[in-house]
């Protein structure tokens, strides 16, 4: 089917667009030889472009240089930073005059593999010292983009310093040409402040809607062929009644696509079929104006339903529509009667609010019973994301049309004290301010409230004083969405930021655009633009902090972009390629097991909306391994695919490493010390498309959040369908003298991988290790074994030096006779019979078990065995699992740590 929608862009990187301030003329470009066509003054160890000065340049690997070509132009400037411990950049020195805004910028572009990451452009007006400043990150590799800031002069301006330069730390490559320096702009307007507006007058409902006034049609009919006859059905209905023949065009007509969220429709439509079946209606799904889909309102089930003012035009659309061809057949059947009674005449026909709805759904009376299609395993239905009872009651009005749900939103919207006492039971921080919920909900659970308010506020169930008092209690949220970070966003940040960020930055797009459109106060307008920009930097990289490194969240950290780009129609994720990337990552983490920790929190509609907007059945098949049901009817938007998509195994990631990289920005600000192309979040490789043979996953870096320390951890590892090793304590620990560095090394670098034949091999290195350098090399057969080889390239010389080895087996045990560990061969964790044993490969070691005071171990159990010599010995601690050895032996008992003491490397 045809997919036809207007799309916005968040960011034009490739032009500054500069208006002159007001009264006030622009300059020309101020710069002296802004474009390094007049050659570099000598100087040692090399040269300087003329009329500019050098900043710092100390390192000995870092120059500037003349390349070619430039940008429209044959030559630019190469600023090659070539030291963490050392910046680079030049400057020069402009007469300025105070109160007036400036912008600098240049045509910049990034050099594999360092990039832009940890540049910048700064306007330093002098002699205030107040600066500008903007990050050089998103330059491009391909081509010029140009970058700039842009700063209002402090009154007693008299001189403006630009750099382009580089921070320490990372080691930026990149040129820049068409430097320019800019007078007389205007500087963007600050935004609102954010005082909700108090409201005494309601909006204009927009309750009638015209189909033939004056003897014009005022009405498209929008359908696909299948249902051509029923839009010729309700045409020659129309016809019949007015003489007049509305106009029927197929879902991909150019008049059927769907506006920006502040665009506007120019007639009003009657869409026929659901989601799947009419283009126009999947576009007004997305942007939840309606929920017809093949799950609502189920089968032989239809719905017509008029949907009021949905762009602030004044005009409105009719759904005629069910989840299969007989549901849609009924819904038209119903529409022409409707028509039939609306009381038209010759070139005339209005019909009011329509609200007729089939379903055999029906929704328990307790909001704690009701399920949603946000639901995960681990979430459940209780309301996360986007979900508290306030909105469930809502949503079920919408879909039933069982009034209770509508009086029960009201009474908890204002609730008393007994309302009040049950939000607390059912959804405790869900809605935070117990006294006006509307006002004050969670960031995770408030976008739902106010989108399906939009949906329901026409109903004659309401009164107007009703509808206004829940109009001013929303607008009173924006003082709960205020200081959550994306109201003053006027431009794209670094990087998306978590997932309470990103829910947030939601919950005020859902919040302003309601207001926006029928209200247009500047506050709302500003609150869809900071929403926007709180994601707009996957336009350009794909460094998104949701849930740092805790992995198990992976999903809940990015589920909100998916949701984000569907509810406005922005798809620069994809364009950049971004998206692809962020579901790979997503893929890296599956292990393959039904119900297994990497999918325990993902939402249906995640994968749902994965599914759609990728059009690949893999997503399909990770939801099949959540166990979620499927088959109980559940609040809102399913996004349910057609048949023309089934589940599929992922077999693209079959036999080779999968590695989810570091963006650049992300490493140029971690200043990890080895390249790009050696930094990663984490890797996997896999034998098998699903929970069968092999599968590594390992760390590439330490987010200082939820989870143990680690770097190049080995958090899983499965051989033959058997997991061996599971957690974060695979991995390697030293100390010196019994102390570790006060800098701890928060990084891994992959430093090679590759499969060869059936073995499955990387290496990774820590070179800020506790006093030493550790490398550990992975080799595994598939099927067979694996091999772990640890070096230790120490930088402190002690004779005493402890190196802890620990593996977490999260199905083993330990065999003091067989010195080594066994491991279940049925797939799965703590299976108490079919063990076979898997002796710890031989190597020479000194290590000895420690004996652990009774009094400081858990419930006072003895571990059986003594060190032969004091200054060897060290306590084991329990670390809820691990199994630890040295080398690659498997040495201890149980859950113990063993110490291996070396001499000094000199």
Same mark, same amino acid.
């Given at each position: ?72 132009? /044959? ?20 007469? &300025? /005059?105070?109160?007036?805004?400036? +912008? ?71 040129? !820049?040409?068409?430097? *320019?320096? !800019? ?30 006034? %004056? ?153 704690? +019973? ?85 949906? !329901?506020?026409? #109903? ?7 509808? =206004? ?13 205020? %200081? ?23 919950? =005020? ?15 709302? *307008? ?10 707009? #930097?996957?336009?350009?990289?794909? @460094? ?25 129609? $922005? ?47 893999? @997503? ?22 057609? &048949? ?48 069968? %043979?092999?599968?590594? =996953? ?99 010389? #002690? ?7 620990? $593996? ?9 006779? =067989? ?27 000194? #290590? ?5 005071? &009774? *009094? ?9 065995? %003594? ?40």
């Amino acid at each position: 089917m045809t997919r036809h929608l207007v799309v916005p862009a968040l960011v034009t990187s490739a032009m500054v667009i500069m208006m002159a301030a007001h009264g006030q003329e622009l300059t020309d470009n101020l710069f002296a030889d802004p474009s390094f066509e007049e050659g570099m003054t000598e100087r040692e160890p090399f040269g300087v472009p003329t009329g500019w000065s050098l900043y710092d340049g100390s390192g000995e690997e870092s120059r500037l240089e003349l390349v070619e070509p430039g940008y429209e132009s /044959e030559r630019a400037l190469l600023i090659f930073d070539g030291d963490p411990l050392t910046e680079i950049g030049v400057y020069q020195d402009v007469e &300025a /005059e105070g109160g007036i805004g400036y +912008e600098a910028s240049a045509m910049v572009k990034a050099l594999e593999p360092a990039g832009g990451g940890g540049a910048y452009i700064q306007l330093l007006f002098r002699p205030s010292g107040e600066y500008v400043q903007v990050s050089l990150a998103r330059a491009r590799s391909d081509t010029f983009t140009r970058i700039a800031a842009i700063g209002m002069a402090p009154e007693d301006t008299t001189e403006i310093r630009v750099y382009f330069y580089t921070h320490k730390g990372p080691t930026p490559h990149f040129l !820049i040409d068409d430097v *320019r320096l !800019i007078g007389g702009v205007e500087p963007p307007p600050p935004p609102p402040e954010p005082v909700p507006p108090v409201y005494d007058a309601l909006k204009d409902l927009h309750l009638q809607t015209d189909l033939v006034r %004056g003897g014009e049609a005022q009405v498209t009919i929008v359908a696909p062929e299948r249902y051509r006859a029923q839009s010729e059905a309700i045409a020659r209905t129309v016809e019949a009644i007015t003489g007049v023949r509305p106009k029927v065009v197929g879902d991909d007509a150019e008049v059927a696509a769907v506006p920006a969220d502040d665009g506007q429709l120019d007639r009003n439509f009657i869409c026929i079929g659901n989601r799947n079946t009419n283009a126009m209606i999947e576009e007004l799904y997305n942007r939840f104006y309606t929920l017809l889909d093949l799950r609502y309102p189920g089968a032989g089930g239809h719905v017509v339903r008029t949907c009021h003012n949905p762009f602030g035009d004044g005009h409105n659309i009719v759904f005629v529509g069910g989840s299969d061809d007989a549901g849609v057949a009924a819904a038209a059947q119903a529409f022409t009667a409707a028509l039939g009674d609306a009381g038209g005449g010759q070139g005339e026909l209005t019909i009011g609010r329509l609200m007729e709805i089939e379903t055999d759904i029906e929704f328990s009376h307790n909001p704690a +019973e009701i399920e949603t299609w946000d639901a995960s395993r681990g979430y459940r239905s209780v309301g996360y994301f986007g979900w508290n009872s306030i909105s469930k009651h809502a949503a079920a009005y919408y879909m039933t049309g069982d009034e209770y749900h509508a009086r029960q939103f009201i009474r908890l919207a204002f609730p008393d004290d007994e309302a009040k006492a049950q939000i607390a039971e059912i959804d405790g921080e869900r809605i935070e301010n117990k006294d006006d919920p509307l006002a004050g909900p969670y960031h995770y659970n408030a976008h739902m409230m106010i989108l399906f308010w939009d949906l !329901i506020e026409e #109903s004659p169930v309401f009164t107007d004083e009703e509808r =206004l008092e829940v109009t001013n209690a929303f607008s009173r949220q924006l003082d709960w969405r205020k %200081g959550e970070g994306a109201y003053g966003l006027q431009s794209p940040v670094d990087r998306v930021g978590s997932r309470h960020s990103q829910w947030s930055a939601i919950s =005020l797009y859902s919040l302003s655009r309601y207001f926006a459109k029928d209200y247009g106060d500047p506050v709302w *307008r500003q609150g869809m633009l900071g929403s926007k920009m709180a994601f707009a #930097s996957l336009e350009e990289h794909a @460094w998104v902090y949701g849930e740092s490194d805790n992995l198990f969240w992976y999903n809940t950290g990015h589920a909100p972009i998916l949701s984000f780009m569907v509810l406005s129609a $922005w798809r620069g994720p994809m364009e950049s390629g971004v998206l692809d990337e962020l579901l790979r990552g997503q893929e890296i983490l599956a292990t393959g097991r039904d119900n297994d920790w990497d999918l325990n929190t993902a939402a249906m509609t995640f994968l749902h909306q994965a599914a759609y907007l990728t059009g690949d059945g893999r @997503w399909l098949e990770y939801r099949n391994r959540t166990g979620m049901d499927l088959t109980i009817p559940r609040v809102g938007q399913s996004f349910w695919p057609d &048949a023309s998509l089934q589940p599929e195994l992922p077999m693209d990631m079959v036999g080779h490493w999968s590695i989810h990289e570091m963006p650049e920005p992300m490493w140029a600000v971690r200043g990890n010390g080895f390249p790009p192309e050696d930094s990663f979040q984490f890797g996997s490789f896999r034998s098998a498309p699903d929970a069968g %043979g092999d599968y590594i =996953l390992i760390d590439g870096y330490n987010g200082a959040s939820r989870n143990p320390y680690h770097t190049f951890a080995i958090l899983e590892m499965r051989l033959g369908g058997a997991t061996l090793l599971k957690g974060y304590h695979n991995q390697v620990l030293t100390r010196v003298d019994g102390m570790v560095e006060p800098q701890i090394a928060m990084d891994g670098a992959l430093r090679t991988r590759d499969v060869v034949g059936d073995v499955a091999m990387c290496v990774g290195e820590v070179p800020r290790a506790a006093y030493c350098n550790w490398r550990r090399t992975l080799a595994q057969r598939v099927g067979r074994y694996a091999l772990v080889v640890d070096e230790l390239t120490m930088r402190e010389s #002690s004779d005493n030096i402890q190196v802890q080895t620990l $593996w977490e087996v999260p199905s083993g045990q330990w065999d003091a006779d =067989l010195g080594g560990i066994g491991v279940s061969t049925v797939v799965g964790p703590y299976t108490p019979v079919g063990w076979v044993s898997r002796r710890a490969l031989s190597c020479p070691h000194e #290590s000895e078990r420690a004996v652990l005071p &009774a *009094r400081e171990r858990p419930g006072g159990r003895g571990v059986r065995g %003594g060190a032969r010599e004091p200054r060897r010995r060290a306590a084991a601690r329990h670390r809820g699992g691990p199994v630890v050895g040295d080398g690659v032996h498997a040495r201890r008992a149980p859950r113990g740590t063993g110490l291996r003491r070396l001499p000094a490397l000199h």
